[in-house]
């Protein structure tokens, strides 16, 4: 019997949470196999079986446990359940044909034992958390290869294999390790063999006999066959139905209490007039971003102004030129370029706006690093554009169709985190109309874009429906005057207006394409 305790994730973490376990108690695992997730209060990882046997859970989902608690055991003197092989059924079709291409002999690179070292990932960083080997001690790996996975204080990377050979750990998972320290070493006098390349040709699709029945729901909703006839009969929509069935199913009794009951929607599958309340803990990264927020509320003097522009302008250009930009660049004409371009501009005409205080100097930028805000699964993360002032607007999209994904995949590196010297954040995607943003300390100034609303403006003396938006930018007063905030967003309006300025061209709508 051996225990599985919580490993050191970062000198700065006490305690972590155990969100889930990915095996359940009672189940046979096998060495290295994951079998519970765990959150620090800046990322998440995953917790391996350090021997096969039959794993005895100790700790439950949601519980807080500090380093080096034990989390569950496993009896490895346990015998590994037999496999049943169950029978292959005979295929309607003909088998598909199986191409391969033969094995070319191994070949050793013969460099000898080389080291994998820690990368330098950042100025500030001196040392990383080994969360994961990706290969086993002893596998034989190819160049290039991911092997291990490292975590910084404010992201994830991967370390891939220098060449190939077999693989030897020089550190365990959870160890924590300085930059340039070797972590691994692979022996390049050790042949690995090609891979043997099989590809098979996919299976027709058998057509549905005509009198095949038509599926009525779709197959991610729950629902008893007669439950389904009436949500298809009467277009009822699913959502609007509380379950009552086993695992969530819908009933047809459900059905029929929403139809008689239109406009009442129960709260998380609770009955009617439930007054059921829930407690649920604060996961880490969580209780980062609120202490991050409330730092910066209690260490700056923030003050929000406001000011609208009229996005009509705008809104023209993308209507008209929309489908040639994606054509031309792979990626859609959005609007945060137009925001990002204006802001740079602005940025470098008042530049206290994108400058910090440090101690008792001021630290002026001379170059505009835009941070977005983006909304993710697991809380607000907030990567960073590099000199915006550079970039075309086509240059711009794609850093934030980049950005974005990697957020919510959370595959960001500590350089797309690090630094920043001026936020956007845009409320009006989720429905925002007004809202005063938090600044993103160390920066003193965050831009607040919000939801396009049409509304009646005195135009030349005449009423005009305009698509208008609110901004707001949030600023530090200590470094920033009033003069200098009203003047940077009104600077901002003027160019959003008359977007033909972040072109700087005779043919703006020409160089748009181009750039």
Same mark, same amino acid.
């Given at each position: 019997?051996? +225990?599985?305790?919580?490993?050191?994730?970062?000198?700065?973490?006490? +305690?972590?949470?155990?969100?889930?376990?990915?095996?359940?108690?009672?189940?046979?695992?096998?060495?290295?196999?994951?079998?519970? +997730?765990?959150?620090?209060?800046?990322?998440?990882?995953?917790?391996?079986?350090?021997?096969?046997?039959?794993?005895?859970?100790?700790?439950?989902?949601?519980?807080?446990?500090?380093?080096?608690?034990?989390?569950?055991?496993?009896?490895?003197?346990?015998?590994?359940?037999?496999?049943?092989?169950?029978?292959?059924?005979?295929?309607?079709?003909?088998?598909?044909?199986?191409?391969?291409?033969?094995?070319?002999?191994?070949?050793?690179?013969?460099?000898?034992?080389?080291?994998?070292?820690?990368?330098?990932?950042?100025?500030?960083?001196?040392? *990383?958390?080994?969360?994961?080997?990706?290969?086993?001690?002893?596998?034989?790996?190819?160049? =290039?290869?991911?092997?291990?996975?490292?975590?910084?204080?404010?992201?994830?990377?991967?370390?891939?294999?220098?060449?190939?050979?077999?693989?030897?750990?020089? @550190?365990?998972?959870?160890?924590?390790?300085?930059?340039?320290?070797?972590?691994?070493?692979?022996?390049?006098?050790? @042949?690995?063999?090609?891979?043997?390349?099989?590809?098979?040709?996919?299976?027709?699709?058998?057509?549905?006999?005509?009198?095949?029945?038509?599926?009525?729901?779709?197959?991610?909703?729950?629902?008893?066959?007669? @439950?389904?006839?009436?949500?298809?009969?009467?277009?009822? =929509?699913?959502?609007?139905?509380?379950?009552?069935?086993?695992?969530?199913?819908?009933?047809?009794?459900?059905?029929?209490?929403?139809?008689?009951?239109?406009?009442?929607?129960?709260?998380?599958?609770?009955?009617?007039?439930?007054?059921?309340?829930?407690?649920?803990?604060?996961?880490?990264?969580?209780?980062?971003?609120?202490?991050?927020?409330? /730092?910066?509320?209690?260490?700056?003097?923030?003050?929000?102004?406001?000011?609208?522009?009229?996005?009509?302008?705008?809104? +023209?250009?993308?209507?008209?030129?929309?489908?040639?930009?994606?054509?031309? $660049?792979?990626?859609?004409?959005?609007?945060?370029?137009?925001?990002?371009?204006?802001? @740079?501009?602005?940025?470098?005409?008042?530049?206290?706006?994108?400058?910090? %205080? =440090?101690?008792?100097?001021?630290?002026?930028?001379?170059?505009?690093?835009?941070?977005?805000? *983006?909304?993710?699964?697991?809380?607000?993360?907030?990567?960073?554009?590099?000199?915006?002032?550079?970039?075309?607007?086509? =240059?711009?999209?794609?850093?934030?169709?980049?950005?974005?994904?990697?957020?919510?995949?959370?595959?960001?590196?500590?350089?797309?985190?690090?630094?920043?010297?001026?936020?956007?954040? !845009?409320?009006?995607?989720?429905?925002?109309?007004?809202?005063?943003?938090?600044? !993103?300390?160390?920066?003193?100034?965050?831009?607040?874009? $919000?939801?396009?609303?049409?509304?009646?403006?005195?135009?030349?003396?005449?009423? /005009? %429906?305009?698509?208008?938006?609110?901004?707001?930018?949030?600023?530090?007063?200590?470094?920033?005057?009033?003069?200098?905030?009203?003047?940077?967003?009104?600077?901002?309006?003027?160019?959003?207006?008359?977007?033909?300025?972040?072109?700087?061209?005779?043919?703006?709508?020409?160089?748009?394409?181009?750039?």
């Amino acid at each position: 019997m051996i +225990e599985i305790k919580v490993p050191t994730v970062g000198e700065s973490i006490t +305690e972590v949470t155990l969100i889930k376990w990915v095996v359940p108690n009672g189940t046979y695992v096998q060495r290295d196999q994951v079998i519970a +997730e765990i959150e620090s209060e800046k990322a998440t990882f995953e917790v391996n079986a350090e021997q096969a046997g039959t794993l005895e859970t100790l700790i439950a989902e949601n519980d807080t446990i500090a380093i080096g608690s034990v989390i569950a055991k496993i009896d490895t003197s346990a015998k590994a359940p037999e496999v049943a092989v169950a029978p292959v059924a005979p295929s309607v079709e003909a088998p598909a044909e199986v191409v391969s291409t033969a094995a070319e002999p191994a070949k050793a690179v013969g460099k000898g034992v080389i080291e994998m070292k820690v990368p330098t990932i950042g100025e500030s960083i001196t040392e *990383v958390t080994l969360v994961k080997w990706t290969k086993a001690a002893g596998s034989l790996v190819r160049r =290039d290869e991911v092997i291990a996975e490292f975590e910084s204080e404010k992201a994830t990377f991967e370390l891939n294999a220098e060449e190939a050979g077999e693989l030897t750990h020089k @550190a365990a998972e959870g160890d924590t390790i300085k930059i340039g320290d070797v972590v691994a070493s692979i022996n390049t006098d050790v @042949a690995v063999p090609n891979e043997v390349v099989a590809t098979a040709a996919a299976p027709k699709a058998v057509p549905a006999p005509a009198n095949a029945p038509v599926t009525q729901v779709d197959n991610a909703i729950k629902a008893t066959p007669v @439950a389904s006839a009436i949500i298809a009969d009467k277009k009822v =929509d699913p959502a609007s139905v509380t379950p009552s069935g086993y695992g969530g199913k819908i009933m047809k009794n459900d059905v029929l209490e929403a139809l008689n009951n239109p406009g009442k929607k129960a709260i998380n599958n609770q009955p009617l007039h439930s007054r059921n309340e829930r407690k649920e803990k604060m996961s880490n990264l969580r209780k980062t971003i609120s202490r991050r927020l409330v /730092e910066a509320k209690n260490t700056t003097a923030m003050l929000t102004t406001f000011n609208e522009v009229d996005m009509t302008a705008i809104l +023209e250009i993308r209507k008209v030129y929309k489908d040639k930009f994606k054509e031309q $660049h792979g990626v859609n004409l959005g609007f945060m370029s137009f925001f990002a371009k204006a802001c @740079a501009i602005a940025l470098g005409e008042w530049p206290a706006v994108n400058a910090y %205080i =440090d101690g008792d100097s001021i630290i002026y930028h001379d170059y505009a690093d835009i941070s977005i805000a *983006v909304s993710t699964p697991k809380g607000l993360t907030v990567p960073v554009m590099r000199n915006v002032e550079s970039l075309s607007m086509a =240059d711009i999209e794609k850093k934030v169709v980049l950005l974005a994904g990697k957020a919510r995949d959370n595959k960001l590196t500590m350089e797309e985190l690090t630094g920043g010297t001026f936020t956007i954040t !845009n409320g009006g995607v989720f429905g925002s109309l007004m809202s005063t943003p938090i600044i !993103n300390i160390p920066q003193s100034a965050i831009l607040g874009m $919000h939801k396009i609303q049409e509304r009646p403006m005195a135009i030349n003396g005449k009423v /005009e %429906i305009r698509p208008m938006m609110y901004l707001a930018l949030s600023y530090d007063h200590r470094i920033i005057d009033g003069k200098e905030s009203v003047s940077f967003l009104v600077r901002v309006k003027d160019l959003l207006e008359k977007p033909e300025q972040l072109l700087i061209a005779k043919d703006p709508v020409k160089a748009l394409l181009e750039l």
